[in-house]
């Protein structure tokens, strides 16, 4: 998928479809999860779809869960969609910037050898 270091750097019009496949991957990552957090609070804990969304969102956002779990089924999923939104978190994040990373590290590999 990326150039190796040998290979000049990729114009701006390839790199912006670059970034714009990284960005909707992250976008379908996000929605996926989002679903999943939604289907699990709304089947586990009973929240309307509206507070379901609430809850998915700032997980997924790092921020936390506005609404407390009250039935053990719910604090389970809770607990591990929490640990799982960490995760997406930090992966999103990384999805995002590895294009614009590599980028750079090829310029600056690039620079060194002339």
Not at 33 to 54: K, M, N, Q, R
Not at 66 to 76: D, E, H, Q, Y
Not at 85 to 98: K, M, N, S
């Amino acid at each position: 998928m990326y150039e190796s270091k040998q290979q000049p750097v990729l114009p701006s019009a390839h790199f912006a479809r670059r970034l714009a496949i990284h960005g909707l991957s992250a976008m379908a990552l996000l929605a996926g999860s989002l679903g999943v957090g939604i289907l699990g609070y709304t089947t586990l804990e009973g929240l309307s779809l509206l507070d379901a969304f609430l809850n998915s969102a700032m997980l997924l956002g790092g921020m936390g869960p506005v609404n407390i779990p009250t039935s053990a089924g719910g604090k389970l999923f809770a607990g591990i969609y929490a640990l799982y939104a960490g995760l997406v978190f930090i992966f999103t994040a990384a999805l995002l910037l590895a294009p614009v990373f590599h980028r750079v590290l090829h310029r600056f590999h690039l620079d060194r050898r002339s």
